[in-house]
């Protein structure tokens, strides 16, 4: 108890705290990602399965290849992903990815305290700022359900934002780059980073850097990686459904606004209004909520947004300290302030409440993990999207739905192994599949012809699940 003590005195309370919320955020988000995973509740599992092969071949030599979606290197530029690949030289587990995801995410903690010590005298409004960061819904959200590179922009641009302020420019720069690595939508707010440096006067390299940077990337990404990787233009810039007429009258879309207040700022968020110029670097990003009607109707597309939680964070920093200035000549000041942002720490919580599910194996579950047990490591599989992600640790992996995509050759009937659905293909389990129910009946028309198949022989049904496997020539 005594020797407790003086490591007490000597560790100040506060990064004891700090320390805490991030422990406590990384263990509790990545256990949920795992259950999630273990459960085949992998929000869209096609997509998690095609990032994580990604990582698991970037482990074995093979950085950035994946065979699930398409057959190349990752289409996007989100390389910073990679850096997760060292745990497959020590574990099989993707626990240990959605571990180190999640912590890289939740040490933007440490970014928004640090940020909001600059601004604000004490401790206890600074800690219950990053706890705001710790609980932010749409983060927490999109860090349980997705696998993204855009996520970890996040605490990357907190970062470079915090030694921008401190005018540390290597460490700024340095931060930048990270988060260019993350997603190269990213690069859009990073050139108006280096304009709102001009705004301000700043020396040339805090203009230009960050300006040709972000411009490099974006170059680099639809002109030379895109071709070169796939073969193809870079597609993304498509805003599927792009309406007819662009113009001022799309920022008077109602449901754009419902989405972007409950999105950000339905909660403590609200504060960051009353700072509103960091956010007007995210605003690349939020511009397609009113151009792109897709977004507002799946969460599948929600990462492209994400990296905007850093700019409200900052606004909400800036935000909370012009408060506590209006409140400066009133004793009560502090306390209001506390307040309000507990409230908000309550009501993020409570918007998030879904996401935090703990979902229990089924007997099917349990099922499927069995037949998946029947398969060899190194044997080239085809499988449903659902169970896709149980699969991607393997350097060829194929999904039954498609046989064709962008030029590849993607059909099972080469597999050693196939995993099926006799009755449906499931996407997911928990989130509708948008527009591919024209694909389901290709699915049906191959399974039909695996079974028929003389080259595949059944070796065990359980539930309504079959393993097939090649009969050796």
Not at 75 to 104: C, G, K, N, R, T
Not at 299 to 322: C, D, I, K, N, Q
Not at 417 to 424: G, H, M, P, R, S
Request: glycine share 6%; aromatic share 14%.
């Amino acid at each position: 108890m005594r020797r407790l003590g003086e490591i007490t005195r000597t560790v100040r309370w506060p990064a004891i705290a700090l320390a805490a919320m991030i422990a406590a955020r990384t263990i509790g988000l990545s256990s949920l990602c795992h259950q999630r995973y273990f459960t085949f509740h992998s929000y869209w599992p096609i997509d998690l399965a095609n990032i994580n092969q990604a990582i698991w071949n970037a482990a074995h030599g093979r950085p950035q290849k994946v065979t699930i979606l398409y057959d190349g290197l990752r289409e996007h530029f989100d390389h910073l992903l990679m850096a997760l690949s060292p745990v497959y030289w020590f574990s099989d587990s993707i626990f240990w990815v959605f571990f180190f995801y999640s912590l890289i995410i939740s040490s933007g903690i440490l970014a928004v305290y640090l940020l909001a010590k600059r601004e604000i005298s004490g401790e206890v409004i600074p800690l219950l700022l990053a706890l705001q960061y710790a609980v932010f819904p749409f983060l927490v959200r999109l860090n349980i359900d997705q696998l993204r590179g855009d996520l970890m922009a996040v605490p990357m641009l907190l970062f470079a934002y915090f030694f921008y302020s401190e005018k540390r420019f290597r460490l700024f720069i340095f931060f930048i780059a990270g988060a260019l690595l993350c997603k190269e939508s990213v690069a859009a707010p990073v050139v108006i980073w280096g304009l709102y440096a001009l705004i301000q006067r700043r020396s040339s390299k805090w203009v230009l850097l960050p300006i040709l940077s972000g411009l490099g990337v974006l170059a680099f990404t639809m002109w030379i990686y895109n071709p070169m990787v796939l073969g193809i233009q870079y597609r993304h810039t498509h805003l599927g459904g792009l309406p007819e007429n662009l113009g001022l009258g799309l920022f008077l879309d109602g449901a754009s606004w419902i989405f972007l207040f409950r999105t950000f700022f339905a909660h403590g968020g609200l504060i960051s209004v009353l700072s509103p110029v960091p956010l007007l670097m995210a605003a690349p990003l939020l511009g397609p909520v009113f151009v792109w009607p897709g977004l507002l109707q799946h969460p599948m597309w929600y990462h492209v947004l994400v990296p905007t939680v850093a700019f409200v964070m900052v606004s909400m920093v800036g935000g909370t300290e012009r408060l506590l200035s209006f409140f400066s000549d009133r004793r009560a000041g502090p306390a209001v302030v506390f307040g309000v942002l507990l409230v908000g720490v309550v009501l993020m919580v409570f918007q998030a409440g879904s996401s935090y599910r703990w979902y229990r194996q089924s007997d099917e579950d349990r099922a499927i993990w069995s037949l998946i047990d029947q398969i060899p490591r190194d044997a080239f599989v085809a499988a449903p999207p659902l169970v896709l992600p149980a699969l991607s640790g393997r350097d060829r992996v194929h999904s039954l739905v498609m046989k064709k995509r962008r030029g590849h050759d993607l059909d099972p009937m080469k597999a050693d192994f196939v995993l099926l659905n006799v009755n449906e293909v499931i996407w997911s389990k928990t989130a509708d599949a948008p527009n591919v129910k024209k694909l389901d009946s290709l699915y049906f028309s191959t399974i039909d012809e695996i079974r028929t198949s003389s080259d595949f022989d059944r070796i065990e049904r359980k539930r309504d699940w079959e393993l097939y496997r090649r009969i050796a020539p």
